[in-house]
Nanobody, 113 residues
Framework: VQLQASGGGLVRAGESLRLSCAAS????????MGWYRQGSGKERELVAV???????TYADSVKGRFTISRDKAKSTVSLQMNSLKPEDTAVYYC????????WGQGTLVTVSS
């Protein structure tokens, strides 16, 4: 299983950014897929995850601002991030789970004030 994330960058507070993750090496229809993040000096935390059945889970801090979506035909998962805040600055990791966790390489999102 390989997860390739893209879309990170530097934006100003209030702007938007979209992350994408392409998965390969398995049938991801039944996987949970989503995003975690890790800020400097902080623990890795869940941002948003969508189960294979379509159930979504969001961190309270991003509810109403971030939207996760999946394209099962393309084995991709995306994260639309709106109204970004400086506290959203982190390395964002693509995530997949089926029996075990899989992680992508991470993409840096920096939000300036």
């Amino acid at each position: 299983v390989q997860l390739q994330a893209s879309g990170g960058g530097l934006v100003r507070a209030g702007e938007s950014l979209r992350l994408s993750c392409a998965a390969s090496g398995s049938n991801f229809d039944i996987y949970d897929m989503g995003w975690y993040r890790q800020g400097s000096g902080k623990e890795r935390e869940l941002v948003a995850v969508m189960s294979g059945g379509g159930t979504t889970t969001y961190a309270d801090s991003v509810k109403g601002r971030f939207t996760i979506s999946r394209d099962k035909a393309k084995s991709t998962v995306s994260l639309q991030m709106n109204s970004l805040k400086p506290e959203d600055t982190a390395v964002y990791y693509c995530y997949a789970k089926f029996w075990r966790d899989y992680w992508g390489q991470g993409t840096l999102v920096t939000v300036s004030s």
